[in-house]
């Protein structure tokens, strides 16, 4: 059961390059996330899905756009990444919205030059 | 705005200790507390949930306790190892659309000394 599964595992970008960060789940959870955390902000919301089919903004959306390409994955896109979008991506599942647990996948790690 | 403080950024503790991480919050009623943990260089794991309704909640080391009137919950790690140092997040929730997605603090890194 491998849970939820990122790639890639490490990204370097120049400003103004494009790129999509995957995540798969095999849980069969309803909801995913899309995180940024960044020394000293703690976890912060990107987007989120809260079923299959629907996408939503979170607290830090500007410059990203989501997928929820179907039950299983959901992709998340920098179109002109941005020296302040280098930090630590994590994707992460629940059963559904409410108090269930997240799932969390092991992270991406982008730097942007 | 929504806002949660876990009180140190960083915690000290001798092995065989009870470690004290505080986690409080502002402008949020929630309908549910939970606990992660998070090694450097890995996702967060889940620990223990705790509902509004409910005062403390136990499993094995672990203890956290959940006061709604002074909106701080306390999570307890007894006779502390050094494989207990990590960083715990504290996350608050609710119901419905929105509010069901987690809101988590920065953190507390706790390092257990042998």
């Known amino acids: 059961n491998a849970g939820v599964t990122q790639t890639p595992k490490f990204q370097v970008l120049k400003t103004g390059q494009s790129m999509t960060l995957q995540c798969a789940q095999d849980?069969?959870?309803?909801?995913m996330y899309w995180y940024r955390q960044d020394p000293g902000m703690g976890l912060r919301l990107i987007y989120y899905s809260a079923s299959e089919g629907t996408t939503d903004k979170g607290e830090v959306p500007n410059g990203y756009n989501v997928s929820r390409l179907n039950k299983r994955e959901f992709s998340l896109r920098l179109e002109s990444a941005a020296p302040s979008q280098t930090s630590v991506y994590f994707c992460?599942?629940?059963?559904?919205?409410?108090?269930?647990?997240?799932?969390f996948g092991q992270g991406t790690r982008l730097t942007v030059v | 705005s929504q806002k949660i403080e876990q009180n140190s950024e960083a915690l000290n503790i001798q092995e065989g200790k009870t470690a004290t991480l505080t986690c409080n919050y502002t402008n949020y009623s929630p309908a549910y507390l939970q606990w992660y943990r998070q090694d450097p260089g890995r996702g967060p794991v889940f620990l223990l949930l705790i509902r509004e309704n409910e005062k403390e909640k136990r499993k094995e080391r672990l203890k956290v306790t959940f006061d709604t009137t002074l909106k701080q919950s306390l999570f307890h790690i007894t006779a502390s190892q050094p494989a207990d140092s990590a960083t715990y997040l504290c996350a608050l929730g609710n119901y419905g659309g929105s509010q069901g997605n987690l809101i988590f603090g920065k953190g507390t890194k706790l390092s257990v000394k042998p």
């Open positions: 849980m069969n959870h309803n909801s």
């Open positions: 992460a599942s629940r059963r559904e919205e409410g108090n269930t647990e997240a799932f």
